[in-house]
């Protein structure tokens, strides 16, 4: 006998089966992977902290009332105390009273890190040339829209002013161009191409062990099946994304092996191998993508990992990470990893403080301290210490917007 519930998923399957099987693709994703789910999750402090600092350093003299950061919380998805929330991070802000109105501003050892970011900035410059080219040689038209490029731009590392740092300086690369005359249509056009830069990261791997360029798949022996498809997917020759579209037929298995090579190179290309699936279907056009992207990805859970955490469709090349760690990390990422260890110490070092002072008063109002009082583990702490409103459901959701909207790492 069916259940209510299965009744009426019975009655939308009878009535509309597409509807079910597209329902099924935008709702699933792989199976779970503790290391890359990790990976996902581990820097949501950091992209608060992140964007605090941005704040704080576009503020006069580098300082920042806490009353205007507190107008900036809601941007941020957060709840509670703007001087609460700062308090918190010791090593990174450095908060005094001034009259009766509180004042923020960066740390020495926080400072120290900015400078070291811009210096490794400068020397990544011909990196970002060479990435931006990249992107630019890959679409249909050698030129990308600027409004969707900026919301990508952070996955890619380039600096919030690249347009005013890289294509000024480049004009034997670059050109800005807006064909429409509308303010959201303007684009980095590609003015010359550049057959050194038309290599894929398989390539560059195949060129350099001396063989054929093919994908590899980075799943547990046991997946049989999956492994049996992938040996078939492999088997056809690799499609370069920097060869030209117009000779493939959209649907066959050709044009899935170049778009299957050309998210692989994007995410090759990302800081952290990793980037919103719903933001690359923003490029749908100028990469000449499916509709149905997610789909595509989930046909091949070897070369990628599928997440929906907090129903934000992620997706990650396997062959980046080894368990949660990236195997090869930008210099960019070294030093967002500094902030983030800076940033975990000035936490641990404030419960600590916080957790004393509860002990006290709990002496001071006569109750039996137990061992586990006294000697708990401060680590549990610094996970939980500083969730406030995040681990609300709903909270969660949002707060994972911003993980992947202007504040991606």
Aim: hydrophobic residues 35%.
């Amino acid at each position: 006998m069916h259940t209510k519930h299965q009744m009426a998923l019975f009655t939308v399957h009878f009535r509309n089966p597409r509807l079910v099987v597209a329902r099924n693709f935008s709702l699933w994703s792989m199976k779970k992977d503790p290391s890359l789910e990790s990976a996902l999750s581990r820097n949501r402090r950091w992209v608060v902290n992140n964007q605090l600092k941005n704040i704080i350093l576009r503020c006069p003299d580098q300082v920042a009332k806490v009353s205007f950061i507190q107008t900036k919380f809601k941007t941020l998805d957060l709840q509670g105390k703007a001087l609460n929330w700062l308090k918190k991070y010791p090593c990174c802000f450095q908060v005094h009273l001034q009259g009766d109105e509180y004042y923020c501003r960066l740390t020495k050892p926080m400072m120290a890190l900015v400078e070291e970011e811009e210096c490794v900035k400068d020397m990544q410059e011909p990196v970002f040339v060479e990435r931006l080219a990249k992107l630019l040689m890959m679409s249909r038209n050698q030129r990308l829209n600027v409004v969707k490029l900026n919301e990508l731009k952070r996955n890619f590392g380039f600096p919030d002013d690249y347009l005013l740092r890289l294509v000024p300086k480049y004009p034997d690369m670059f050109r800005i161009v807006n064909y429409s005359g509308r303010r959201s249509s303007m684009e980095i056009e590609l003015v010359a191409w550049n057959p050194d830069l038309a290599v894929s990261a398989i390539e560059y791997s195949a060129q350099k062990q001396g063989s054929e360029p093919c994908f590899s798949c980075s799943l547990p022996s046991t997946w049989v099946k999956s492994w049996e498809r992938f040996h078939e997917f492999n088997a056809t020759p690799y499609i370069s994304p920097y060869l030209d579209t117009k000779g493939l037929v959209e649907g066959s298995k050709e044009m899935e092996k170049r778009t299957v090579g050309l998210v692989h190179e994007l995410l090759s290309l990302t800081l952290w191998k990793k980037a919103s699936i719903v933001k690359l279907g923003h490029f749908r056009r100028e990469f000449v993508l499916p509709e149905r992207l997610n789909a595509l990805l989930l046909k091949h859970p070897g070369i990628f990992y599928v997440s929906n955490k907090y129903q934000i469709y992620t997706v990650l090349l396997r062959e980046g990470y080894n368990g949660q760690e990236l195997v090869h990390k930008d210099p960019l990422v070294v030093i967002k990893e500094k902030f983030g260890e800076l940033m975990q110490g000035g936490l641990h070092e404030y419960n600590r403080r916080r957790h004393l002072v509860n002990l006290e008063k709990r002496r001071n109002k006569g109750m039996v301290l137990g061992r586990s009082d006294e000697g708990k583990d401060l680590s549990d702490l610094d996970e939980q210490g500083d969730r406030g409103g995040l681990f609300d459901p709903e909270e969660r959701k949002r707060f994972y917007k911003v993980l992947f909207d202007d504040g991606a790492p």
